[in-house]
């Protein structure tokens, strides 16, 4: 028999009917109330000038009654707007670029670990797998220290990197600004595993001559997602000091915790971990609206480490040698997906429409009801968000939250460069990320970014920015040589 009907499904764009569901359940208040509005325009019109005029005398007004409505309205409205958090802007970042003396190609890395590790061969092996598997480019960089054979992590050499990388992200970001360093009020430096005495907050204040009422702060220990948390501290400084500006240097200082043992574990993030930080300007000023890039919308923190497992994923410690290192568990993708849904089902309420979460309910409501079995829904976060900064901690990590969140490719286009021509950066991946999605010519004004990242302890932060104006494309940064080349494929395995 000839079939009669048409297939619906190959007829009918399943994907049209989706947006008419989505746009009907966002504007659902708009389609209510604007024939209520039609109705009353209606009835006011019918209505004579001598009616309405009429209904205008019949209204009494009484002077007190006229102060105290008045006294009422100005009341409420100075408490609405002195309890209203103060908007934070985001002035300008910048990124500090390695010189090209301290590349790490491939081969130089393999040459060094035959030679640091000629005993145990087989650790040269491991290196290898990973190294041809992690994403990495020919172009990534290590500190002077690391290219000597052996290493010389000394403790001078640590601070050298500290003073090379961050005093030239800071020169960056005020010569960009034109601020003055007497100007901040708040400092925040995060460096996870160097921390010195003085502290490098300190040394910042010394190098810049900074205020000596300054608020300062340097936070360690946090792993890869203490940028987040530091932008966390510096909104709530901002919202108690007004008309402040905050200063937020991210960085990992690479010298003194690159691992010179054996053991495969603790051999990973010699393969991953690269040279990197970046300054940020933040500002609770009203006259940086107009010149700032960036508002602040929400930062949500999730921190799993009441669970033994997830506070050891990514540990500190010495190995049978005494050589100390960073342990990362085989359980770290497991734990850092539970810590993501945390973190979702946070800021999913939050950023999410009306559309994607009445879905989400009802799918929740069937599966406890009727059908167990029912596959759980996946809010689309892309309708939430036109640009995702991931932290690039490695291909694995992005894999995984492209197939999750289900991103396309380019949506994680900029977490994938940055991985492949700067490396793991720790805190400061997210802002060579956005640098990426700049350079690229794609940030327009209203666009919402949303930057997630993982850190040690274990933790997953997010945190949601939307653009105040149209960025044009940098004429330096970073990606000012190279924005060209990119993207590129990245295969599977690199033969090395």
Request: proline share 6%; aromatic share 10%; glycine share 6%.
């Amino acid at each position: 028999m000839p079939q009669i009907l048409p297939n619906f499904l190959s007829s009918v764009k399943l994907k049209y009917v989706k947006l008419g569901y989505q746009y009907l359940v966002n504007h659902i208040l708009t389609f209510f109330l604007i024939p209520i509005m039609v109705g009353i325009l209606v009835e006011i019109l019918r209505l004579g000038p001598e009616e309405m005029l009429n209904i205008w005398r019949s209204l009494h007004f009484d002077l007190v009654q006229v102060l105290c409505s008045s006294f009422l309205i100005i009341f409420i409205a100075t408490v609405y707007f002195m309890s209203k958090p103060r908007s934070i802007y985001l002035v300008e970042y910048a990124c500090y670029k390695p010189p090209i003396t301290c590349r790490v190609p491939f081969s130089t890395f393999m040459e060094h670990s035959r030679l640091i590790l000629k005993e145990n061969p087989k650790s040269v092996d491991f290196q290898m797998r990973i190294l041809e598997r992690s994403g990495l480019g020919e172009e990534t960089c290590l500190p002077p220290a690391i290219h000597y054979i052996p290493p010389t992590p000394t403790m001078e050499a640590a601070r050298g990197e500290a003073e090379q990388v961050i005093f030239s992200a800071i020169g960056s970001l005020m010569e960009k600004t034109k601020i003055k360093p007497k100007d901040i009020d708040i400092l925040i430096v995060n460096c996870s595993l160097f921390s010195p005495t003085p502290s490098l907050s300190a040394m910042v204040v010394n190098k810049y001559k900074l205020r000596s009422n300054i608020k300062s702060y340097n936070l360690s220990g946090m792993g890869c997602s203490a940028g987040l948390i530091s932008i966390d501290l510096a909104r709530d400084l901002l919202q108690v000091h007004p008309n402040s500006y905050a200063l937020v240097v991210s960085t990992e200082i690479i010298t003194p915790n690159y691992y010179q043992g054996s053991e495969r574990a603790m051999l990973l993030p010699n393969c991953l971990f690269r040279m990197g930080g970046a300054a940020i300007l933040l500002s609770n000023k009203r006259r940086d609206r107009r010149r700032a890039k960036y508002r602040l919308v929400h930062v949500v923190r999730t921190h799993k480490g009441a669970d033994d497992k997830a506070y050891k994923c990514v540990y500190e410690q010495e190995d049978p040698q005494g050589k100390v290192g960073i342990n990362l568990s085989k359980d770290l993708m497991v734990i850092a997906g539970e810590a993501l849904k945390s973190n979702i089902t946070t800021i999913g309420p939050l950023v999410l429409p009306a559309s994607e979460q009445l879905l989400f309910l009802f799918t929740l409501i069937g599966r406890k009801i009727f059908n167990p079995k029912w596959k759980p829904y996946i809010p689309d976060f892309k309708q939430a968000f036109e640009h995702f900064c991931i932290h690039a901690g490695g291909r694995a990590v992005i894999d995984e939250l492209q197939k999750n969140l289900q991103l396309s490719a380019e949506h994680v286009e900029a977490s994938r460069m940055t991985l492949h021509r700067f490396g793991n950066t720790s805190s400061s991946s997210l802002w060579y990320e956005l640098g990426y999605i700049e350079a690229k010519g794609r940030m327009k004004k209203g666009d919402r970014i949303w930057q997630i990242a993982f850190g040690s302890g274990f933790k997953c932060n997010s945190a949601v920015w939307k653009c105040n104006r149209t960025v044009r494309t940098p004429t330096d940064g970073p990606w000012q040589d190279c924005i060209d080349r990119y993207p590129v494929h990245i295969p599977e395995i690199v033969k090395l």
